[in-house]
């Protein structure tokens, strides 16, 4: 879910590096530039996004956080837009389920249409990647119903799946001439995660037991799950929680890190998270349906529709072909296995007879 999150995990890095290599040229600009592609495109936007104070090496190297923001969003909003008739661009946020998705439609749309796709992974978060839609440096990325309804449209959230996801395919229409497929199957609802044996031993299975325990416990979640409609005070609200102190925020990839080290003892993860199992973690039940429906979708610049016509039907053809357990298998396949995201939906895709 939407989750989102500054800086990468290695393994996500080590992908991230490998699919780049695969899918844009270099271009050469003058020194001095913070971003030596800030005119196409920031390709350290993630990194740079991360950073407070010290920036890459240039001469922006004491430019505040804010500045540095202000500036990559200009990039977005105002800069040059480069023509990119020919070829089809797929993004993606900055966690692994996400780049997973991404490259699933890029294969996908390169099989069925046999034209360029170039990927353009980890750009931030929801507002980022949203951004970078709506300004034509993408053409596609994954998203969430619920992380549309809430963060996007500034709607309050809806526990019925059909109702969100008409709602968010009729008003990304009407207000930013966006298309939004069928969903793809799963649902990544935010999942209240803490250790295995810890919930065995309180006896623990639900959230709203956590209300007596809570006071002892620190609370960890990613960047946007502080400020969303959707995310940390509805949900403290709701659960009558009272932590020890002010959540930890950290990147959604070292979340499972913290709690399994004692750091935290609740975190917000996403329920198609691979390593739950793995790491013997325990899913709260939602009992008192805080969270609405995040089922993934498309969502597609209508841009891209006019010069590709067949791609709306090419989308159309991922609709429910993922189930929750297929997306956590292969979420883990890339975090906990370390296998190239490229092959681990090359597989899924021959599984499926894509």
Request: aromatic share 10%.
């Amino acid at each position: 879910m939407r989750r989102d999150r500054g800086s990468r995990s290695m393994v996500e890095t080590q992908h991230y590096a490998s699919l780049r290599r695969r899918s844009h040229p270099r271009f050469c600009l003058p020194p001095k530039v913070c971003h030596p592609e800030a005119r196409c495109w920031p390709k350290d936007l993630p990194r740079c996004l991360s950073l407070k104070c010290c920036l890459c090496g240039s001469s922006a190297r004491n430019v505040f956080f804010p500045v540095v923001l202000g500036a990559v969003l200009l990039i977005f909003l105002t800069g040059c837009r480069p023509s990119h008739s020919g070829r089809i661009i797929v993004g993606s946020k900055n966690f692994t389920e996400q780049v997973v998705l991404a490259e699933l439609m890029a294969q996908h749309i390169e099989a069925r249409l046999h034209v360029r796709v170039e990927r353009r992974f980890y750009l931030a978060g929801s507002y980022i990647a949203h951004q970078a839609v709506l300004a034509d440096r993408i053409d596609i990325y994954p998203e969430y119903t619920g992380t549309a309804l809430t963060a996007i449209l500034k709607q309050s959230p809806n526990w019925d799946a059909n109702v969100v996801f008409n709602e968010v395919r009729e008003e990304y229409e009407k207000q930013f001439h966006l298309t939004v497929t069928p969903p793809l199957g799963f649902n990544n609802s935010f999942a209240m995660v803490m250790r295995g044996a810890d919930a065995r031993k309180l006896g623990m299975s639900k959230l709203s037991q956590a209300k007596q325990y809570s006071s002892k416990w620190m609370f960890g979640c990613g960047y946007e799950f502080l400020e969303r409609p959707d995310g940390y005070q509805g949900f403290v609200r709701r659960y009558e929680l009272t932590f020890a102190d002010k959540p930890r925020v950290m990147d959604l990839g070292l979340l499972y890190r913290a709690l399994k080290d004692h750091q935290i003892d609740l975190a917000a993860g996403n329920g198609t998270d691979g390593v739950i199992a793995a790491l013997d973690m325990t899913v709260l039940e939602d009992d008192l349906h805080y969270f609405p429906p995040y089922e993934a979708v498309a969502v597609v610049n209508n841009s891209v529709l006019r010069r590709f016509p067949q791609l709306t039907s090419t989308l159309n053809e991922l609709a429910n072909t993922i189930s929750d357990d297929e997306m956590r298998r292969m979420n883990y396949a890339v975090d906990g296995e370390h296998r190239d995201v490229v092959d681990v939906v090359s597989e899924f895709r021959a599984k499926k007879g894509l």
